[in-house]
């Protein structure tokens, strides 16, 4: 990261991993694709490589299926088979969001840890990499590939893989609070949070395991509410947009 201020026209960073829900497909209490919504995130990601920095995009499906919706009151459906039911999902997603991307003239790859050769390329590490690196925007479907592994965890993976300088939480919300804002009028939002300190509150906006890897390795994370026109490149810019989970935090 920069040592100095952001700039109004660059991102002080040089790669960021996005993660983007699957509720950022769907229209607010529906579920499935809409490509208005789709859209709408493509242009805000447009806008936001456009400050410079090389994005790779870790997409979560639960627009189309949530896993754990199998799993609740029957034994037909085993959860590793709902969780490998969940990893699809993520790659109708990221297929709906390249063409987005590419309509506005995105140079895009979309790489899944699920092997599907016919529709995405095979997750390798060092091939994303490579295509950041060209000026790519990469999209990363499928989680890890492994059951039992939440979509948050897998971008937390994926930012240490890659190298990342900051994880980009995008979420519906506008940063992480005491409380569920959905439910509780009066939670408080934090604008910033020390690793420890998101883990003792027991906060539930992201994995809990995700914070434990990126506390690891002193990855900062930013969640905050992509909904707002503008917050994707906010954040991208490095503006505080949310709230910062990182070390000195808190």
Not at 56 to 65: C, E, K, M, R
Not at 95 to 105: H, T, V, Y
Not at 188 to 201: A, I, K, N, P
């Amino acid at each position: 990261m920069a040592e100095e201020g952001p700039s109004e026209d660059r991102s002080p960073y040089q790669r960021v991993v996005l993660k983007i829900s699957g509720e950022g497909f769907s229209h607010a209490g529906e579920r499935g694709i809409a490509m208005d919504a789709v859209l709408h995130m493509a242009r805000q990601t447009m806008r936001a490589a456009q400050l410079g920095p090389q994005i790779a995009i870790v997409l979560g499906g639960g627009n189309i299926l949530r896993g754990a919706q199998f799993t609740v009151g029957t034994t037909a459906i085993h959860e590793a088979t709902a969780h490998y039911m969940g990893m699809l999902a993520t790659v109708m997603n990221g297929l709906a969001l390249q063409d987005a991307l590419e309509s506005l003239g995105a140079d895009t790859r979309l790489l899944t840890a699920v092997r599907m050769e016919g529709v995405a390329e095979p997750y390798i590490r060092r091939r994303a990499r490579r295509h950041l690196e060209k000026g790519r925007i990469v999209l990363l479907a499928g989680g890890t590939g492994s059951p039992f592994v939440t979509t948050d965890t897998a971008a937390a993976q994926r930012a240490l893989e890659l190298g990342a300088d900051i994880l980009l939480k995008a979420t519906r919300v506008d940063g992480v609070y005491s409380d569920d804002p959905e439910k509780n009028p009066h939670a408080v939002l934090y604008s910033q949070l020390g690793y420890e300190d998101f883990r003792r509150r027991n906060l539930r906006v992201m994995d809990h395991e995700a914070i434990t890897k990126c506390a690891q390795y002193n990855l900062p994370v930013m969640v905050f509410n992509f909904k707002k026109e503008g917050n994707i490149e906010r954040a991208v810019r490095g503006e505080r947009v949310g709230t910062l989970i990182s070390r000195n935090a808190g």
